[in-house]
């Protein structure tokens, strides 16, 4: 079951894309192509297509600048800057990790080769930067700064993803900071950019920063579950994927970290450097759920919505600007798709 | 003969390389390891080494800021900016264009792979972002943009230098204005950062980025001349290397341009897809002398040189800061390692 985005998701992206199309045709023709073609607005020869991601960041974005009280519009150039990031660690993400399918189509590097997928990955994390510094405004320049700190932390974050995928004693802490510093800081940015660039009091910036931290996790935990028993069909990712690439995500470490048979099973199949079979993989997903990674990634999640539920309550925000945000929430952790 | 570089750029390097360290320093540790050894800090084990470039752009930059009247050390971390996004370009075009050889090293993605080595490219600009951002005065905001700016023409000129590689009918005029994107761009932003971050009046930045413009073109046409007939002991990369890659560098397409035998005698060569043997290599440096473009090439970078100095002597400086930039000038342009 695939449930609908909520209706501010796709107005946010009705918004921001104008912001978006205008910073990637600044690009020369050919930059301009592979970013296109990344974000899903055209194909490999640059004719139109319609294939691009969900929007939830541009979404968080502009409704971070309503909840400060400003117009969607006021945060519309900070939300183009966080997706233009968000498309810039997609990019390059697929490049390292040699992800050869997204969102049901081949990756950029794939079609273009690597070299033209890296220098567009470059041009769209400046042009994020530049999007913010052209404005200028002292609340530009307090949201460019949170949006260099996020990147950051993402690039800590995928180095640490990365390093994983070579060592089997992956502690469930560190793997949680992993997962913060990928997923949660670029989100606690979106959440919390529109309201910097309003220039919103610090209280709010700060609440804001916190829910979109606790909702990067529950986001990611929700991910990594498709990641195992996602299905290809919706997810636009080979099965298996996070297993095929011996990922350590949060269930499969939880798994390994029981002191379980499955998850002793589990270690010595990730162990074996010997390419996984497809059998080794439908193995390999089950001792995760029977070492328990799967029933604690859900409570975890859960737990980690809750937390973002309990935030927002105690923000200094609208009842109707507290349920949006809670609806993206919603929707981005119960998404199979 | 090896020049020695103007004490000022030594100067530049000690007061910059502990704002470069303290960057670098907050990346995690692996990424840290690959940025020190592309920086020429550390080996390839992390144990400290020396190995660096030559703190050009430091030196211009600090100096741009002693141009304002300012002490070089307000320049300091506009100029470890500069470099930062100077190490990044660097170190993805390395794995763009296949290089494996850089000041006598192996570059950074043949001794840690390429998903590290495009991750710590990552990492080097958004420092470089960061570094400015972190200081948030007015003119660090300025500045910030100045290399925002900077850095989208120079991914406009690495796009525009791959696309040449492919094609036959590159113009002399589309090969300069990739060479004022690739190269000119950051040297002029070196050049009048350290005035920007100093909110020095416009006149003086204004002159100060026209001179770094022309004098980053005379720095590309030695550049090149050496791509062709640099001695790979002093280079520290391969002979033959532009001609190699199929480069179309400013002396090779004004070998092209001409109407001689020996230009086309070279244009055949370099149509020719099956790969370049060395004496086709041999040969093809020879046709690009012969057909003129060495010595048009020669000339060239002694004009901008010429130009440069005119901006200088117009410009708003002291005779002594005038003669500091005209040093660092001429010893770029008459390098040969």
Redesign the interface.
């Known amino acids: 079951m695939t449930a609908p985005p909520p209706d501010s998701v796709e107005a946010a992206r009705r918004l921001v894309e104008p912001f978006l199309r205008e910073a990637v045709g600044?690009?020369?023709p050919?930059?301009a192509r592979v970013a296109g073609y990344h974000l899903g607005w055209n194909d490999a020869d640059g004719r139109p297509a319609r294939a691009g991601g969900k929007s939830l960041r541009p979404a968080l974005a502009t409704l971070s600048a309503r909840a400060a009280g400003a117009s969607p519009s006021r945060g519309a150039s900070a939300a183009a800057a966080v997706e233009l990031v968000h498309a810039?660690s997609l990019l390059?993400d697929d490049?390292?990790?040699g992800d050869r399918t997204r969102r049901h189509r081949p990756t950029a590097w794939v079609v273009f080769g690597?070299?033209?997928a890296?220098?567009a990955?470059?041009?769209l994390?400046?042009?994020a930067?530049?999007t913010l510094?052209?404005d200028?405004t002292q609340g530009a320049?307090w949201a460019?700064?949170c949006l260099?700190?996020a990147?950051?932390r993402l690039?800590?974050g995928?180095?640490?993803d990365?390093?994983f995928e070579t060592r089997q004693d992956v502690g469930l802490d560190e793997c949680r900071r992993m997962a913060e510093d990928k997923t949660g800081s670029l989100l606690a940015c979106a959440c919390s950019i529109g309201a910097m660039t309003v220039q919103a009091p610090q209280p709010l910036v700060t609440a804001l920063a916190a829910y979109g931290s606790e909702i990067g996790l529950a986001f990611q935990l929700a991910d990594d579950l498709l990641g195992i028993w996602g299905d290809p069909e919706l997810t636009g990712k080979p099965a298996l994927s996070d297993l095929r690439a011996r990922k350590k995500t949060l269930p499969i470490v939880a798994a390994l970290a029981g002191d379980t048979g499955a998850g002793r099973r589990l270690a010595g199949l990730l162990a074996d450097p010997a390419p996984l079979s497809e059998a080794d993989l439908l193995e390999a997903a089950q001792l995760v759920d029977q070492a328990g990674g799967r029933a604690w990634a859900e409570k975890q999640a859960q737990h980690h919505l809750d937390v973002s539920e309990r935030i927002l309550s105690a923000a200094p925000i609208t009842p109707d600007i507290r349920a949006e945000f809670l609806d993206i929430a919603r929707f981005i952790t119960s998404r199979d798709h």
Chains 1, 2 share one sequence.
């Open positions: 600044r690009l020369d050919m930059t810039f390059h490049i390292m990790d690597r070299p033209a890296i220098l990955g470059d041009a994390l400046i042009l930067m530049d510094l052209s200028g320049v460019a700064r260099s700190v990147t950051q690039i800590t995928q180095a640490a990365m390093e």
